[in-house]
């Protein structure tokens, strides 16, 4: 079975600080991996995506993360925090349907909440 | 485009009363999906569609139907609602099941006294 735990429900920095988030993973094939950013009274949008190939992401708006199977982890990072950035961050994994499991499910944590201070 | 369209954007009912979700996309995908969100649970999937006539159960399908005789349309019923299915509902679409981006819809505040 597939999961994702994002460590920390709130996250505050400062205007111009390191933004890190924190997603790990756990799926018994190899996953595909997602960050989605939802802003107030919005639905989500797609920061940027791991599918097997480079393992550093390069997503919109200055965010990366990095796939690192050895700690099943897909943190995202922001060198530089800008106010327009407070948002919740969504981690989310799937994979290809198996031989035991042909179902399709996309699994979202439960999400950080973003707050960037002036 | 106009993307992934859902209405009502808000909606109250009252326990037992049963009501529809509607959901469009005008992106020519053949997957269509429904979540639910709530507080500290991120977005749970509901069911699901692969295509026109193909539907399946996600994480929470319990008192929820949905259908799709069209690519385009994916709505969710609520055959009797109760207080727990008090939540904001989003449809989402994409190209690809797996590794496909999938565009969400502006989602619709369901409150069920």
């Known amino acids: 079975a597939q999961s994702v735990t994002q460590l920390g429900s709130h996250v505050s920095v400062s205007e111009g600080a390191l933004v890190l988030l924190r997603c790990n993973y756990s799926s018994s094939v190899p996953p595909y991996l997602f960050w989605y950013v939802q802003y107030p009274n919005q639905g989500l949008q797609l920061l940027l995506k791991?599918?097997?190939?480079?393992?550093l992401v390069k997503g919109i708006n200055g965010f990366e993360a990095e796939f690192k199977k050895s700690e099943t982890s897909f943190h995202l990072t922001k060198p530089s925090a800008h106010m327009s950035d407070a948002a919740e961050y969504f981690c989310?994994?799937?994979?290809?349907?198996?031989?035991?499991?042909?179902?399709?499910?996309?699994?979202f944590g439960s999400g950080t909440r973003l707050l960037v201070r002036p | 485009n106009a993307g992934v369209t859902q209405t009502p954007k808000f909606q109250v009912l009252k326990t037992g009363q049963s009501m529809t979700l509607q959901c469009a996309q005008d992106?020519?995908?053949?997957?269509m999906s429904w979540y639910r969100q709530d507080p500290g649970m991120g977005l749970r999937l509901i069911h699901y569609?692969?295509?026109?006539?193909?539907?399946d159960q996600g994480e929470v399908p319990n008192g929820y139907n949905v259908s799709r005789s069209t690519t385009e349309d994916f709505p969710l019923r609520l055959l009797s609602a109760a207080p727990s299915q008090t939540s904001v509902y989003f449809c989402?679409?994409?190209?690809?099941?797996?590794?496909?981006?999938?565009?969400f819809g502006p989602g619709t505040r369901l409150t069920v006294l």
């Open positions: 791991y599918t097997s190939a480079a393992t």
């Open positions: 569609s692969v295509g026109a006539g193909i539907t």
């Open positions: 989402a679409s994409s190209y690809s099941t797996v590794q496909g981006t999938q565009y």
């Open positions: 992106m020519n995908h053949e997957y």
């Open positions: 989310a994994v799937s994979r290809q349907p198996t031989g035991m499991d042909s179902s399709y499910k996309l699994i």
